[in-house]
């Protein structure tokens, strides 16, 4: 099986039976904010795309570049399609000229033509995506290939199960806004940011301790930040925050815990994986690019700028009334939302900053009151603040996914009143009736849902299932004194009271071993 990078999540796989293009990403994502480093524009990406197959593995736009998959992707491809809870991810392949699809059923092997078998692990939580994340294994000849790329599954036993895997995929740095957007001091900012670096980290060796294959594959990150205004956002500052460490720092911190088998491929660069062993060929040494970074994101930012400059072009859109579009496009989805809005439980501000850079124009999305309309100076605990031109053109295209565009550009600055709330971005990735739907019938199975199963860790007896997304706690969970963390997405439990103290709601089961758990009133579910 041979492997050939072609930048962040992507990768071609070839065999004899045929061959695999992954997440193909080239053009800037979320508002020309991201781009992929190193550098994958000047691969022979007709040649690259020239394939037998095509698996996206969800619709961030790191992972599916609509524009490069219409001009480069043969669309006598078949799409090798996870089983979402909704048809968006092939209506949008159609629209771009995609015809032939094969629907894989979730978690179940499927034999292609010539012994070339596959099988997608499909996630459908509202926070993945929200309509999906997915995972993708290949088999051929005996040599088995984990394409997890930044899919978070609670286990990867579905995988193991179906033999030993050979070469592991997956993410292990940043993809996210937080910390750096929140207005808070620097020093605050760089202690959140390292605790945020150091778990995803630990998320990652959990899964290759989990996996145990012979070579573990660093990919799908980091993005690289070429506008001026984000460039501190690079991990080429000494700061230890930053929450975008890139490949060379994975393969130092991965020797740290004893990892030797890593493998980095930049673009262009070729793994050729049997059962017995992996040999790979770069097109420059890996080391000396590395240690060449600064030069290498220099050089893209002056080749990239009149890129950036051509897109900040596009988003002004005087004619678009912010809020009274936000007004239109908003407020039946806030008639129709009853977990996501309880969730939130209260009003979210966005204060628009206008194009003289000094106007603010503040909007507030009340949740209880079901109604968008002006800032009335009342006390809120969840606040944006952006460019009023970006509001105008999610509003102009009918974006109906402000997460995995405005909020990931980041460019945007947020405050906050108490913790975490999931609900405040999962209401932000459905802003359509199809998703909106979707994440409310999804959040009613799982409030209704139980988990009886108790496990003891140190010493405590908890739930053996995560409030937050169901992950095993016997694989992720970690007890230090009273609170419980689970390291799968990092939230944090008092085991006492039972509180989430990194969200709201998701209380969790505890009691301490040895103690009788009291029983709840009648009338009320246990916790």
């Known amino acids: 099986m041979r492997v050939t990078g072609t930048g962040h999540a992507s ?9 695999i293009l992954c997440d193909p990403w080239v053009n800037p994502a979320y508002f020309a904010s991201w781009f992929p480093f190193p550098d994958n524009s000047l691969l022979d990406w007709e040649a690259l795309g020239d394939v037998d197959y095509l698996y996206v593995s969800h619709l961030h736009r790191d992972h599916f570049d609509a524009a490069h998959l219409k001009r480069f992707v043969s669309k006598d ?6 089983a979402f809870p909704t048809s968006e991810m092939e209506d949008e392949l159609r629209e771009l000229g995609f015809t032939k699809f094969l629907k894989a059923p979730n978690e179940q092997v499927v034999e ?36 997890q790329n930044d899919a978070r599954p609670t286990d990867l036993s579905a995988f193991a199960e179906l033999g030993h895997v050979h070469a592991h995929m997956l993410q292990f740095s940043g993809a996210i806004w937080y910390p750096m957007v929140y207005e808070l001091p620097q020093a605050a900012k760089t202690a959140f940011g390292k605790q945020k670096r150091d778990r995803q980290f630990d998320r ?27 460039w501190q956002f690079n991990d080429i500052h000494g700061d230890e925050g930053n929450i975008f460490p890139d490949q060379s720092v994975f393969l130092s911190e991965y ?46 930012r002056e080749r990239k700028r009149p890129v950036i400059e051509a897109e900040k072009a596009s988003w002004r859109h005087p004619e678009v009334d912010v809020l009274k579009e936000m007004q239109r496009r908003i407020e039946p989805l806030l008639e129709e939302s009853i977990y996501l809005a309880k969730g939130v439980g ?17 909007i507030v999305v009340d949740f209880p009151g079901k109604q968008v309309r002006p800032y009335a100076d009342e006390k809120v605990r969840y606040r944006f603040r952006t460019e009023r031109a970006l509001i105008e053109h999610l509003l102009h295209i009918g974006e109906v996914d402000w997460v995995n565009s405005l909020f990931l550009s980041c460019r945007f600055s947020a405050a906050r009143i108490g913790q975490y709330n999931e609900f405040v971005y999962a209401f932000f990735k459905c802003l359509s009736t199809e998703r909106l739907q979707y994440a409310e019938g999804w959040y009613d199975e799982h409030e209704r849902s139980t988990d009886a199963e108790d496990i003891t860790l140190g010493d405590w007896v908890v739930q053996r299932r995560c409030p937050h997304l169901k992950a095993d706690l016997t694989r992720f969970g970690i ?19 039972g509180r989430c103290l990194t969200s709201v709601g998701h209380k969790v089961r505890a009691h301490r071993a040895g103690e009788q758990q009291t029983p709840a009133p009648a009338g009320e579910a246990a916790s």
């Open 11 to 19: 990768m071609r796989i070839d065999t004899a039976a045929g061959s």
């Open 77 to 82: 491809a078949t799409v090798l399609l996870p």
């Open 112 to 147: 292609l033509d010539g012994g070339l078998k596959i099988m997608i692990q499909a996630l459908t939580s509202p926070t993945d995506g929200p309509i999906g994340d997915s995972s993708l294994w290949v088999e051929y000849d005996g040599v088995r290939l984990l394409n």
């Open 204 to 230: 990652t060796w959990r899964y290759i301790d989990d996996l145990k294959a012979d070579h573990v594959f660093p990919i799908a990150g980091p993005p690289c930040f070429l506008d001026d205004e984000l």
């Open 255 to 300: 020797a740290k815990v004893g990892g030797t088998n890593g493998v980095v491929l930049l673009p262009g660069s070729v793994a050729e994986i049997t059962t017995s062993g992996a040999s790979t060929t770069h097109p420059v040494p890996v080391e000396e690019f590395f240690a060449n970074k600064v030069a290498h994101l220099e050089e893209m």
């Open 346 to 362: 209260g009003p979210v501000r966005f204060d628009l900053v206008s194009y003289d850079g000094e106007s603010v124009e503040s």
């Open 479 to 497: 007890v230090e004194g009273d609170q419980l963390t689970c390291q799968l997405h990092g939230w944090r439990f008092d085991l006492a009271s």
